[in-house]
């Protein structure tokens, strides 16, 4: 398996091994966003009557197709759109 030593020897290399290893910054970055669209569809939801777990429970539920990524960039940007998919889950 010459593969197999070739990146061995590859992840021992002090210049490379932080290629294969960029979790150290992408996962607390993942986590801030998520964070940040929860607070936002919080807020939108909020305006509408509704809380955050009832509103992503009744999305669910309803099968609506749109991540919280999504559905933060409505809330923030498009109230109108977000009032819409609101009124859709009640």
């Not at 002090?14 to 919080?42: D, G, H, Q, Y």
């Not at 977000?82 to 009640?90: P, R, S």
Request: aromatic letters at 8%; hydrophobic letters at 45%.
């Amino acid at each position: 398996m010459v593969v197999e030593k070739m990146y061995g020897q590859w992840l021992k290399m002090p210049l490379i091994k932080p290629c294969f290893m960029p979790t150290e910054t992408a996962k607390p970055k993942k986590r801030n966003f998520r964070s940040l669209w929860i607070m936002r569809i919080n807020a939108g939801a909020r305006l509408h009557g509704m809380s955050y777990s009832q509103f992503m429970g009744k999305v669910k539920a309803n099968d609506i197709a749109l991540n919280r990524k999504v559905l933060a960039d409505l809330a923030m940007n498009h109230p109108e759109a977000f009032k819409a998919v609101v009124d859709q889950v009640k």
